[in-house]
């Protein structure tokens, strides 16, 4: 089922420590730049979603296509960021990952849609309007307004739109609000098609923590988990015990784990295994 269908690729932005978007029409500002450096060079993307100081797109294409793409994100970003008064992107660092078979996609593509839920608690993953996941088995889409076709949209509001003179773009790229809309540039059908369900989709949006981690890790990025995961979590590694009935050393060796694994932040050890603070801190000193 998966292979003949890619090659597929994971492609990351660095995550910059200042904002890359910090309105609605920045944030549709940068939605258009995927949208058009996919169309521009080939590369054919099945889900993306975008933070406001990084980007996660998935998507499959030849090498070839796929380092265009990236070259061709890199200098619309460098205008786009120039444009709207922010720092250089001169130096913007973005790092391609070929996706090794099935499993790895279905764990990138959880990861990715998973990443605004995680990161922002005023979103759910198919409740933020930046990213693909909405898309995914989504049975009522064709009940939403589809916006206008490319075709029908006149040459200065294609100009306005592209942010560039250059405004040759597939005929099945839709417009609504000045927005190109994911649903007419994300192959959203494919990646539904390389999960078994609805089901198996959801379950690895809320229960996938430790995927997550070894992902974040690969492409050096920072990650907290809910406390509801984590706790999941460490109750797996202590199977038919509570944790509120865990010996000190039992504790102990969970807090080694849980910083290591999953990346936990002190206080979260705290609330999850009811140790002292002070405790904590001589585990885990704070950098001074």
Known sequence: MFAGTGPYYMVTTAQQDWLLYKSREEFIAGTNMVAVSAALSGFTIVDDVQMNNHHHM?????????ESFVEILREKGRRLQLALGNRSLKDWNIRIDETADLRQFRNQVGYVDRNAFV????????????????LFFNGNLWMQQEGKPWGELSIARRRDVCRSHDVCLPERYRVLDRMILRS??????????????????????????EADIEIARLLGEGIQLPNEEVFQIVG?????????????????????????QLGCTNKQIVQILQLAPNMVDQLFPHPR
């Open 58 to 66: 998935i998507g499959y294409g030849s090498v070839g296509t796929v």
């Open 119 to 134: 990161a922002r608690r005023d979103s759910t993953p198919t409740g933020y309007p930046w990213g693909s996941a909405y």
């Open 184 to 209: 007419s540039f994300v192959d959203y059908e494919r990646t539904e098609s390389l999960f078994n369900s609805a089901n198996q989709y959801f379950s690895m949006l809320t229960r996938h923590g």
């Open 236 to 260: 797996g590694w202590f199977p038919g015990q509570k944790i509120s009935t865990m010996s000190m050393e039992e504790k102990f060796v969970a807090a080694r784990k849980m910083k290591k």
